[in-house]
């Protein structure tokens, strides 16, 4: 069991924490496309939960290393960037939208992708494994997850039309690589 607190190991105790992460993302993906977003929804939930405690092991147990930055980059774009982006495509757009509306939430939707995908890159490129900076440029990953979630129940609950919806997405979407700042937890 010694891998588990070692460093250079890949199945290290933060890397298995977001081993889970990478787990829960890919089940909400596929419990979104059986249309039972309140399972999903949890499942993404977890995975937000493991990606706060990885980092929190990797720091507490010197376990940081490069492949354990790039895993998380990757859980953080499945689960915070893929799976809330596909939730609300399929429980919002492809049940309210039609022709011209679909296809420019289909447009704001690759746009939001694109945008975590080149925040986490830009992270990645410019972060050393086991530091933290006070403050984050621009929105992270998590909260932008955070801020569609709290989008799709507005909208689950009747308080936002679906355009409101695909025009809130592109906003956070700007957000991800914008100049605001962000405390890091």
Known sequence: MKFLWTPSSHFNLANLFTFVNITAGLSATYFITQNNFF??????????AFDIFDGKIARKYNLSNEFGVQLDSFADFLSFVLVPVFLIFQAVYATSLSGATLIFAAIISIYYVISGLRRLIHFNIHTDAGSVDKFFTGVPTPLGAILLWIVYLSNAYEFLPALVVVALMALVGWSLNSKIKVRHP
């Open 39 to 48: 399972l999903a929804v949890i499942l993404a939930w977890v995975g937000g």
